[in-house]
């Protein structure tokens, strides 16, 4: 298991304001499995990570730990409300 991977998946979600069933939904897994990855039972494939650090709008190094510094985490500054609310979702940038 990497290192962190668990804190950091729920710390991602929960800074999003997702539950553990919207951010299944949106990446097209189950609640459980969502639970199994933050648990620590679990570790995402590939793709999987790469959704998920989409959706919480994160890097994947900030998710793996090979970063941890802030600056892995998207801005949102200097983008209109409605960028904001659509710039970042499950499936990459919506702009």
């Given at each position: 298991?990497?290192?962190?991977?668990?804190?950091?998946?729920?710390?991602a979600?929960?800074?999003?304001?997702?539950?553990?069933?919207?951010?299944?939904?949106?990446?097209?897994?189950?609640?459980?499995?969502?639970?199994?990855?933050?648990?620590?039972?679990r570790?995402?494939?590939?793709?999987?990570?790469?959704?998920?650090?989409?959706?919480?709008?994160?890097?994947?190094?900030?998710?793996?730990?090979?970063?941890?510094?802030?600056?892995n985490?998207?801005?949102?500054?200097?983008?209109?409300?409605?960028?904001?609310?659509?710039?970042?979702?499950?499936?990459?940038?919506?702009?």
């Open positions: 298991m990497i290192q962190g991977l668990t804190k950091r998946l729920q710390i979600r929960i800074n999003k304001e997702l539950s553990r069933k919207q951010a299944a939904e949106r990446i097209g897994v189950s609640e459980s499995l969502i639970g199994l990855y933050e648990s620590g039972s570790q995402p494939s590939l793709s999987v990570l790469m959704k998920l650090a989409s959706l919480y709008c994160v890097s994947t190094d900030y998710l793996l730990g090979c970063d941890t510094t802030e600056k985490v998207i801005s949102l500054e200097g983008l209109t409300d409605r960028q904001a609310d659509t710039g970042c979702d499950a499936y990459g940038p919506v702009f």
